[in-house]
C-alpha cells in the first residue's frame, strides 16, 4: 500500500461541473502539496498547505491534518484544466516528498 | 528565463553507457530535489541538496547512482552503466529554503535506454 494515495486515478467531467480530487497519507507530515502535470511533463506547484484551506481562482485546497486528508476542489471546470493532479506529502522531520500517483483529469466541452 | 532549466531534455542511449544530467536551480534556492518519473506513476525522491550538502539520498539509488551539486548552485546527475530500467524521466526541482516552501520543478529530462 502506498503511503500517500489518490482518487480517483481518472476522471472525466463536462466543462462546467465542480472537480474533487482526494488524496490520502498514512505517514506523519508537515505539509502537503498539490501539483499540475500537463503532457510533456511540466509540473507547477498549485497549493502548498499545513492546516485549512486555500483559495486561488477557481482552485480549493483543504488539509485536515487529524484525518490524513486532503482535497483539491475545482469550481467550473473548463477543458484547460485536464492534466494529471499530483499531491505531495512532506514528511515530518525530513524534506523528503512522498508522491501519489496522480488523478488524470479531463474536462470536455 | 529565470526558472528552474534541466539540460538535455531527451537523452537516448544504449544499455551499459553513462549519462549525465544537468540542472541548474533558481537562483538564491538553496534546496534541490532530483525525482524520478515512469509513465503513469507519480514521481519518486531520489535525493536532495541543502547548498552543496547532500542531505538524504532514496534507498531506490543504487551505487550507479551519484549527484553532485559541487559549488550549490547547479547539479548533475549521472547513471552509470546504464539499464533498461533506468528508462524515466528525471525531475529537478528547487525551493527556497524547505519543501514546506513553494517548489519549481524544471521541464524534466527524459532517459531513454535501448
Given at each position: 500500500k502506498n503511503e500517500v494515495e489518490q482518487s480517483p486515478q481518472n476522471l472525466t467531467a463536462q466543462e462546467g461541473e465542480f472537480i474533487t480530487i482526494n488524496c490520502s497519507y498514512s505517514v506523519g507530515i508537515s505539509a502537503l502539496h498539490w501539483l499540475q502535470q500537463h503532457p510533456g511533463g511540466g509540473i507547477v506547484s498549485l497549493f502548498m498547505l499545513s492546516s485549512g484551506k486555500k483559495k486561488h481562482g477557481r482552485l480549493i485546497a483543504t488539509i485536515n491534518i487529524q484525518e490524513k486528508h486532503s482535497s483539491l476542489h475545482i469550481t467550473?471546470?473548463?477543458?484547460?484544466?485536464s492534466a494529471v493532479y499530483i499531491c505531495a506529502a512532506i514528511l515530518t522531520n525530513t524534506d523528503k516528498l512522498i508522491f501519489g500517483t496522480g488523478t488524470r483529469l479531463q474536462v470536455f466541452p | 528565463d529565470t526558472g528552474v532549466s534541466q539540460d538535455p531534455r531527451h537523452k537516448i542511449t544504449k544499455r551499459g553507457q553513462n549519462v549525465t544530467f544537468r540542472c541548474d536551480p533558481?537562483?538564491?534556492?538553496n534546496r534541490l530535489y532530483w525525482y524520478r518519473q515512469t509513465l503513469g506513476q507519480g514521481p519518486e525522491f531520489l535525493t536532495y541538496f541543502q547548498n552543496e550538502a547532500q542531505l538524504e539520498k532514496s534507498r531506490l539509488l543504487s551505487d550507479r547512482f551519484s549527484a553532485e551539486r559541487p559549488k550549490g548552485s547547479f547539479s548533475t546527475l549521472e547513471i552509470q552503466?546504464?539499464?533498461?530500467?533506468?528508462s524515466a524521466m528525471y525531475l529537478c526541482a528547487s525551493s527556497?529554503?524547505?519543501?514546506?516552501e513553494k517548489l519549481f520543478f524544471g521541464s524534466g529530462t527524459q532517459l531513454s535506454v535501448l
Amino acid at each position: 500500500k502506498n503511503e500517500v494515495e489518490q482518487s480517483p486515478q481518472n476522471l472525466t467531467a463536462q466543462e462546467g461541473e465542480f472537480i474533487t480530487i482526494n488524496c490520502s497519507y498514512s505517514v506523519g507530515i508537515s505539509a502537503l502539496h498539490w501539483l499540475q502535470q500537463h503532457p510533456g511533463g511540466g509540473i507547477v506547484s498549485l497549493f502548498m498547505l499545513s492546516s485549512g484551506k486555500k483559495k486561488h481562482g477557481r482552485l480549493i485546497a483543504t488539509i485536515n491534518i487529524q484525518e490524513k486528508h486532503s482535497s483539491l476542489h475545482i469550481t467550473a471546470s473548463h477543458p484547460r484544466d485536464s492534466a494529471v493532479y499530483i499531491c505531495a506529502a512532506i514528511l515530518t522531520n525530513t524534506d523528503k516528498l512522498i508522491f501519489g500517483t496522480g488523478t488524470r483529469l479531463q474536462v470536455f466541452p | 528565463d529565470t526558472g528552474v532549466s534541466q539540460d538535455p531534455r531527451h537523452k537516448i542511449t544504449k544499455r551499459g553507457q553513462n549519462v549525465t544530467f544537468r540542472c541548474d536551480p533558481i537562483s538564491e534556492h538553496n534546496r534541490l530535489y532530483w525525482y524520478r518519473q515512469t509513465l503513469g506513476q507519480g514521481p519518486e525522491f531520489l535525493t536532495y541538496f541543502q547548498n552543496e550538502a547532500q542531505l538524504e539520498k532514496s534507498r531506490l539509488l543504487s551505487d550507479r547512482f551519484s549527484a553532485e551539486r559541487p559549488k550549490g548552485s547547479f547539479s548533475t546527475l549521472e547513471i552509470q552503466r546504464t539499464e533498461q530500467g533506468d528508462s524515466a524521466m528525471y525531475l529537478c526541482a528547487s525551493s527556497r529554503d524547505r519543501a514546506n516552501e513553494k517548489l519549481f520543478f524544471g521541464s524534466g529530462t527524459q532517459l531513454s535506454v535501448l
